[in-house]
């Protein structure tokens, strides 16, 4: 059940109770729905806990980046790769989002039918690319962009169940995925060398590894491998979760008229004059922060952290043993009506009165998880949603395909299950 459909299986243990145990396979697995024992897992005992089976998975591409590695290693990453995340960095990685926003919307003509979810990855993987290794990922003879594109594709089959065993058979893609991996090492190996050389500062992510020192520790650098693997990590981890807050953005707007005139006004408020969106407008847009707020409640794109406890530990009065997989969902806790008035309806407007570091404070708001594992990438990602939104949303808007099924898809991240077709009018 859990496999056919996660969200709901997960939905209906909520009902029995807030801690509730079941079986997958060998493993013995508990879901954990109050505030409290989230904040219990992700910070107050989180030393007790290690990341689940679908990270440990990705180990085998990602090595020991930020999202895999564990405790100490993990922290001396999280301190060195910190810098890159500056506001003053995000505030220059601002002109790639809108620079990269306003090609897509050129190349938009009113009336086209589009999937907006193909749209939204294809908007984001080349932001990412540009702020990780200014590089130009959507080009095809870029060798780069095509071994990435392989390996973001290769990156679910990972996951399936017997991945372990379908990756060590000759079959065809387990082939293609080491070829791609093959020639993206080869790839980013040669950049590393030549920055290294160089000792430019390109103002990128990939700069900022290579400057980056652990001074509280050994004041050492990272090693080729290292950046290797942290480039890899925030290539894959920075941009399907942003595409699939943007395309669920785009279909509540839809269906939601009056916001979508709200969020409209707003637009023609601050672009009056005609700039293009940049950095410092954020402060500016407080409907739209607040739609995306509320859409990434409604859909959060990391629906579900599961942990492998690695000692006994208890929640809620149960005894939970070592080497048990720990569940909590943000897309559980963001639809309970005991935290939430109209917990199903799109009000970005609540987000007027509720903060949203108080909701995240109290731990029944948290897209971006918490404590020491929380999303190294989550002011950039505000900054990219919002932007790209402003950037979008002031010359389009977007009508849902009548045709078109909705319906979620639990992956690594929530994704609309039958996509989105959506015909752009012209604003
Ligand atoms: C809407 C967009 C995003 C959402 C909802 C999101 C969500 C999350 C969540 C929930 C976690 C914690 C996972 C866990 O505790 O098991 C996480 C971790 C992480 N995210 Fe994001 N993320 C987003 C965008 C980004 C971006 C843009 C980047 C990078 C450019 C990024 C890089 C990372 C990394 C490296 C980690 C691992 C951090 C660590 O363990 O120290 N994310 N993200």
Request: glycine share 8%; aromatic share 10%.
């Amino acid at each position: 059940m859990f496999r056919k459909n996660p969200v709901g299986f997960l939905e209906n243990l909520a009902k029995l109770g807030d801690v509730t145990s079941f079986r997958m396979g060998p493993q013995q697995a508990f879901f954990l729905n109050t505030p409290e024992m989230v904040r219990d897992l992700l910070i107050v005992n989180a030393h007790k806990f290690v990341k689940g089976r679908a990270l440990q998975r990705a180990k085998s591409l990602l090595g020991e980046g930020l999202l895999t590695s564990e405790s100490e290693f993990h922290l001396r990453q999280r301190r060195m790769i910190q810098p890159a995340f500056h506001r003053q960095r995000i505030a220059e990685y601002a002109g790639a989002m809108v620079e990269f926003g306003e090609k897509m919307s050129d190349e938009w003509r009113d009336g086209d039918e589009r999937d907006i979810d193909k749209e939204m990855m294809r908007l984001t993987l080349n932001i990412v690319g540009k702020t990780l290794f200014s590089a130009n990922v959507e080009s095809e003879t870029n060798e780069i962009g095509g071994a990435m594109t392989t390996l973001v594709e290769m990156f679910n089959l990972l996951l399936l169940p017997f991945s372990e065993i379908l990756e060590k058979l000759p079959l065809p893609h387990s082939i293609r995925f080491k070829r791609a991996k093959k020639t993206l090492d080869k790839v980013i190996y040669k950049i590393i060398d030549e920055r290294r050389k160089s000792g430019e500062d390109t103002g990128d992510l990939l700069s900022m590894l290579l400057l980056a020192q652990d001074e509280e520790g050994d004041g050492k650098g990272m090693s080729d491998r290292q950046i290797r693997d942290e480039c890899l990590t925030l290539f894959l981890a920075g941009h399907e979760t942003t595409a699939n807050a943007l395309t669920w953005t785009w279909y509540l707007l839809s269906q939601n008229s009056e916001k979508e005139d709200k969020f409209h006004a707003e637009l023609d408020e601050v672009f009056a004059d005609g700039h293009a969106p940049n950095f410092e407008d954020y402060a500016r847009l407080p409907y739209t922060e607040s739609v995306l707020a509320e859409s990434m409640r409604l859909f959060p794109p990391a629906w579900a952290l599961g942990r492998l406890s690695t000692e006994e530990h208890e929640f809620g009065g149960y005894q939970i043993p070592k080497k048990s997989l720990v569940l909590v969902s943000p897309y559980i806790a963001h639809h309970d009506s005991r935290f939430w008035k109209n917990a199903d309806e799109f009000i970005p407007e609540r987000w007027q009165t509720q903060g949203i570091k108080e909701a995240g404070q109290k731990y029944i708001y948290f897209p971006f998880g918490g404590g020491v594992r929380r999303c190294i990438g989550e002011q950039f990602a505000w900054t990219e949603g919002v932007l790209l939104l402003a950037t979008l949303g002031r010359n389009w808007k977007f009508r849902l395909d009548p045709k078109q099924k909705i319906g979620l898809q639990a992956m690594i991240t929530l994704r609309p299950k039958y996509g989105m077709r959506m015909m752009i009018e012209k604003r």
